[in-house]
């Protein structure tokens, strides 16, 4: 599997953004995909993560009520739409996807993206 990450730049506090992630090859019906992020010192850290059906989707607390991850599978596409954003959330945001349920370590993640930079200035 493939992922190509879209949709990052700079954006002031309590704008937004929409990120994109685009699958291809061997994509399944199993698979769950998520978004983290990762800032300067920082270690990566869950952002968002949601089943193939859509029916299931987890949020990091720290991100709750502003971030919505959803996927539209028709198009292998995955999605990030971010309000209210905060200078906190300046990272590189990757997408990634993993076989069976959501979990949020990255380490059990099998592939990833290239990442795209989001900077909210303040």
């Known amino acids: 599997v493939q992922l190509q990450a879209s949709g990052g730049g700079l954006e002031q506090a309590g704008g937004s953004l929409r990120l994109s992630c685009a699958a291809s090859?061997?994509?399944?019906?199993?698979?769950?995909m998520g978004w983290f992020r990762q800032a300067p010192g920082q270690e990566r850290e869950f952002v968002a993560a949601?089943?193939?059906?859509?029916?299931?989707?987890l949020y990091a607390d720290s991100v709750k009520g502003r971030f919505t991850i959803s996927r539209d599978n028709a198009k292998t596409t995955l999605y990030l739409a971010m309000n209210s954003l905060r200078p906190e959330d300046t990272a590189v945001y990757y997408c990634?996807?993993?076989?069976?349920?959501?979990?949020?370590?990255?380490?059990?993640?099998?592939?990833w993206g290239q990442g795209t930079l989001v900077t909210v200035s303040s």
């Open positions: 090859g061997r994509t399944s019906s199993n698979n769950v």
């Open positions: 949601i089943t193939w059906s859509g029916s299931s989707t």
């Open positions: 990634a996807a993993k076989v069976g349920g959501i979990r949020t370590h990255p380490t059990l993640y099998d592939y």
